[in-house]
Every structure is written in structure tokens, then in C-alpha cells.
């Protein structure tokens, strides 16, 4: 008996078969038309075939797969493409998402979309073309095979450069000054190794923060995305390998990226890891043997110092300049400024100064390191263990 076993039907009039004799495959031919391919399935407790029509041209049904404000951007895309009917390129639409509070999600709903509720999704109803855009989760050989024209992906980056979750976040910390937007169709099993359909480049803005180039490839994207679909056969036709050659990972933010280890890091380095991580995650240091949130960057700042010249050279030291209300920090090549901090609570530069900058403050405290932000280091440990360590020129205490 027949076990799902399926033909395929592709434009050269080729047959894929699984098992099926020669007069199974030349009474199954006959069905094929010139403007649909066929898919046809053989249950193993029914004795007929089922024959699925797909696509071979627009309009396409679609399922998407996304969830964050990123994603969003392409959903509203489909689901006005889907709407537009002289236009022609998406017939049908359904999405399939994470959490309950992901953008997707409430847009879906909010929209009446058809919803399917990861990883239960409904393979008995059929698509023409998936498309997956900052999901996070790898999307299974079987439904990737369910897609006759594959599962579409819009990633924010150049592939092969910046694989991985978070590329706006890299292309902003490691000073890119150029990326773009990817269409590529998704293999099983890794992230962002298929081959591309379409790919453009966007040069990116001087002092651009990772929000604001996301919204930008956000819109980019989308409209490479509707540009794919109205002529995705040519562009599957035309699809080229990812070169071996500049490959890179760009993993997930997370709160140990931000530490600011003063001896090491430059002034304008600084400023890119605020840029890319800083509306999201707070800068921070240890002040006393305490962690404290740097805020309110204000980026590299010229300092000269007449009253206490030493400090310009100890990476860390601290000094109120009153005239901007700016907390000055000495770090690896320079000085960079910091408008507020958050110690117990958040506190202006001014009021930082005045509870523990401030001279009689400082007659009251025995500590030698009471003007210095110490530096503070995770090095993993074998067995994924931390060794957590404050760092003071360069040793740890």
C-alpha cells in the first residue's frame, strides 16, 4: 500500500516519482495542465489519488511566518498585496507566529488573518510559497517540501555576510558602512545558508542607530519581497549559490555584550555599541563594587584638564564637567560623556556628582578607587561557567 508517496510535475514535462509504475505515472500525466503543476498523494488507506493544484504564476497563496516589528513591515505588504486584486500577486494569505504579545500576532488577529499557532501548522491546506522573515526558529524539512515555489526569506544583511539573528545589530557595532537586504529560499536545517534571489545593497547613514536602520530595511525588504513574488519563477530560474568566501555570524544581542570595559575599549567603539544595542540595552559598568546603567549617551568628548591632569590618563576615571551636565569617562583612547546613570534609581549627571562626586563626599570615603567606573569581565569557564572579574588597569581584584 501507497505511504504519502507524491509526484511532481515541473515545467520541462520531468517526473519525479517515488515507486509508482509506468502505468501509474502515464495515467497520472494526463492530468497535468499547462498552466498548473501537479501534486498528487496516495494514501496508505485510500485506493484514489488526490490531485493539489499549485501555482505556476501569480496570484500566490502564501503563508508567512514572522513576528517582531521587523517581520511586520512584510505582513502589511502580503496582506495589502492580497487585497489588490488588479495587482495580481497574492491570492491568499495565512500566518503563522510565536508569542502572544508579537506584532505579528496582534496584527493578525486584529486583521482577522488566518492564524496558525507555532509549531501547530495546518499542512492539509495548500500554498504556493512561504515566506519567513525574523522568525527565530528553523523551519522544518517537511513543510519547507510542502511549498512548490520553496519558503521565501527577507534577511537585513549582504549574505553570506551576517548570518544569523541579529545582522542590523552587527552591521552597526562592527561599523559597516554598507549592507543591504537579502531574498534568498530557506534550506532545512541551518539559518541563512540558501541560495539568493535578489539582493540589494543600502549604504548606511553616518551615526545611524540599529532602530533606525531596521526600520529602513524593514521597508526595503518588503518591497524586494513583492518584487520577488510578481516575478518569483524567473527569479527561481536565475537563483545563485551564497560564495563560500565572507561568511560571518551574527549572534544574538544580550546583556553581557553590554559591559564597558574601559582599558580596552576606543571612543568609537563606544559609541557603535551604543548605537546597536543601547535602546535596548542599558551601557554599564561597576561603580563601588556595584553595577550602575549608563545613560543618555552623549558620545566622544574633548577634555582638558588643569585642576587634575592625572586622571586623563587612568581608563575610568569619572569627572563632572558642570557647564554641560555631563558625566565625563576616561576610556581606552579618550573621554565619552553620559547625560544620566541609573544607581538604585535614575539619576541626572548633576545629581550623580552631587551624591558621590562631590569633594565632601569624597573626604568621607577610604576608598582609593571611589572617582574610577571599574571594569567588569565574564569570561566563560569549560562547561559554559562564568568567571566574573572587576578589571582595574588591567588586573583584577
Given at each position: 500500500m501507497w505511504n504519502l508517496n507524491y509526484l511532481k510535475f515541473i515545467d520541462q514535462g520531468r517526473l519525479l516519482s517515488q515507486g509508482l509504475c509506468s502505468n501509474c505515472i502515464a495515467r497520472l500525466r494526463q492530468c497535468d495542465g499547462s498552466h498548473r503543476r501537479g501534486l498528487f498523494l496516495l494514501s496508505r488507506n485510500k485506493s484514489f489519488v488526490t490531485q493539489i493544484q499549485s501555482a505556476s504564476k501569480p496570484p500566490?497563496?502564501?503563508?508567512?511566518?514572522?513576528?517582531?516589528?521587523?517581520?511586520?513591515?512584510?505582513?502589511?505588504?502580503?496582506?495589502?498585496?492580497?487585497?489588490?486584486?488588479?495587482?495580481?500577486?497574492?491570492?491568499?494569505?495565512?500566518?503563522?507566529?510565536?508569542?502572544?504579545?508579537?506584532?505579528?500576532?496582534?496584527?493578525?488577529?486584529?486583521?482577522?488573518?488566518?492564524?496558525?499557532?507555532?509549531?501547530?501548522?495546518?499542512?492539509?491546506?495548500?500554498?504556493?510559497?512561504?515566506?519567513?522573515?525574523?522568525?527565530?526558529?528553523?523551519?522544518?524539512?517537511?513543510?519547507?517540501?510542502?511549498?512548490?515555489?520553496?519558503?521565501?526569506?527577507?534577511?537585513?544583511?549582504?549574505?553570506?555576510?551576517?548570518?544569523?539573528?541579529?545582522?542590523?545589530?552587527?552591521?552597526?557595532?562592527?561599523?559597516?558602512?554598507?549592507?543591504?537586504?537579502?531574498?534568498?529560499?530557506?534550506?532545512?536545517?541551518?539559518?541563512?545558508?540558501?541560495?539568493?534571489?535578489?539582493?540589494?545593497?543600502?549604504?548606511?547613514?553616518?551615526?545611524?542607530?540599529?532602530?533606525?536602520?531596521?526600520?529602513?530595511?524593514?521597508?526595503?525588504?518588503?518591497?524586494?519581497?513583492?518584487?520577488?513574488?510578481?516575478?518569483?519563477?524567473?527569479?527561481?530560474?536565475?537563483?545563485?549559490?551564497?560564495?563560500?568566501?565572507?561568511?560571518?555570524?551574527?549572534?544574538?544581542?544580550?546583556?553581557?555584550?553590554?559591559?564597558?570595559?574601559?582599558?580596552?575599549?576606543?571612543?568609537?567603539?563606544?559609541?557603535?555599541?551604543?548605537?546597536?544595542i543601547g535602546s535596548r540595552i542599558p551601557l554599564k559598568t561597576m561603580w563601588m563594587g556595584n553595577p550602575i546603567k549608563l545613560l543618555d549617551f552623549v558620545g566622544k568628548c574633548n577634555v582638558l584638564f588643569t585642576a587634575a591632569p592625572y586622571l586623563s590618563s587612568v581608563p575610568g576615571s569619572v569627572h563632572y564637567q558642570k557647564e554641560s551636565n555631563t558625566l565625563l569617562v576616561r576610556c581606552k583612547d579618550g573621554w565619552v560623556g553620559f547625560k544620566a546613570v541609573n544607581f538604585k534609581k535614575r539619576l541626572s549627571a548633576a545629581d550623580f556628582f552631587n551624591g558621590y562626586l562631590h569633594q565632601s563626599v569624597l573626604k568621607k570615603s577610604p576608598s582609593t578607587n571611589t572617582c574610577l567606573f571599574q571594569s567588569y569581565k565574564e569570561t566563560p569557564f569549560p562547561g559554559g561557567h562564568n568567571n566574573n572579574m572587576l578589571l582595574r588597569n588591567n588586573t583584577p581584584f
Open positions: 500566490w497563496r502564501v503563508l508567512f511566518f514572522g513576528s517582531d516589528g521587523f517581520a511586520l513591515e512584510s505582513l502589511k505588504r502580503l496582506h495589502v498585496s492580497r487585497d489588490d486584486t488588479k495587482a495580481g500577486v497574492v491570492g491568499s494569505l495565512e500566518v503563522v507566529t510565536l508569542s502572544r504579545d508579537a506584532p505579528v500576532r496582534t496584527y493578525a488577529e486584529h486583521h482577522r488573518l488566518p492564524l496558525h499557532h507555532w509549531p501547530d501548522v495546518d499542512l492539509s491546506k495548500q500554498f504556493d510559497v512561504g515566506v519567513v522573515v525574523s522568525f527565530g526558529c528553523l523551519i522544518k524539512e517537511n513543510i519547507i517540501n510542502k511549498m512548490p515555489n520553496g519558503i521565501l526569506n527577507v534577511h537585513p544583511s549582504l549574505l553570506p555576510r551576517w548570518r544569523g539573528p541579529a545582522p542590523i545589530f552587527h552591521a552597526i557595532l562592527h561599523g559597516d558602512s554598507v549592507t543591504g537586504v537579502t531574498i534568498m529560499q530557506i534550506r532545512p536545517k541551518r539559518f541563512d545558508v540558501g541560495p539568493i534571489l535578489q539582493q540589494e545593497l543600502y549604504e548606511v547613514p553616518k551615526n545611524c542607530t540599529a532602530d533606525e536602520l531596521g526600520a529602513t530595511l524593514a521597508v526595503v525588504g518588503s518591497e524586494m519581497l513583492m518584487d520577488t513574488l510578481k516575478h518569483l519563477p524567473e527569479r527561481i530560474a536565475n537563483r545563485k549559490e551564497q560564495p563560500k568566501e565572507g561568511a560571518s555570524f551574527a549572534p544574538k544581542i544580550s546583556s553581557r555584550m553590554a559591559w564597558i570595559i574601559w582599558e580596552e575599549h576606543s571612543c568609537d567603539y563606544i559609541d557603535r555599541l551604543f548605537r546597536a
